[in-house]
């Protein structure tokens, strides 16, 4: 069981909107900056967002990312097919022992 | 140009220790704020991380292995050590090695990932 919660799906149409949540506490979200990864079957995870909401170059301005208090969402706006992957959120922790924690994914269709 | 990659065998028995190497380039170990940790991902289930060592030499273990976990590093040799004792079946994964810079703490880059299958 993932310490930062996500769904495990979630679908909508190509040209539309998506929005997934990631949700923790205030010893990882709350205090730390989250970032996002998408994975392609059989590949290694990508960086899609840092520091809450930085895209690194060559990240469309369709994917964002927010953060409000103890959670944190990843938005993908014109949906493509290219974009069914399974996403991750991470986060620093430091409660009993610090340590970087993710998500549990999330399988993203594009109907 | 910063590139990882993961080396190890693909077939361990259970019980044994597994030793995988990272071997990276494009970036110095030594470097201020220079950090590499360890990611696994058994198939069809989510990321798990694993392990960090940082460029000043300190060193961050999962807490459910942390008694299993041994991370070490050759700055001479841009090279970072992963050492998993008492191989179990579970522990059948994709091994990721990937750097993060200290500070705003994200993972930049990944290698490619190297399965390790335990297996009697």
Known sequence: ?111 | QVTLRESGPALVRPTQTLTLTCTFSGFSLSTNKMCVNWVRQPPGKALEWLARIDWDDDKYYSTSLKTRLTVSKDTSKNQVVLTMTNMDPVDTATYYCARIVAGPDYFDYWGQGTLVTVSS
């Open chain 1, 1 to 111: 069981q993932s310490v930062l919660t996500q769904p495990p799906s979630v679908s909508a149409a190509p040209g539309q909107k998506v929005t997934i949540s990631c949700s923790g506490s205030s010893s990882n979200i709350g205090s730390h900056y989250v970032s996002w990864y998408r994975q392609l079957p059989g590949t290694a995870p990508k960086l899609l967002i840092y520091e809450n909401n930085k895209r690194p170059s060559g990240i469309p301005d369709r994917f964002s990312g927010s953060k409000s208090g103890t959670s944190a969402t990843l938005g993908i706006t014109g949906l493509q097919t290219g974009d069914e992957a399974d996403y991750y959120c991470g986060t620093w922790d430091t409660s009993l022992s610090a340590g970087w924690v993710f998500g549990g994914g999330t399988k993203l269709t594009v109907l």
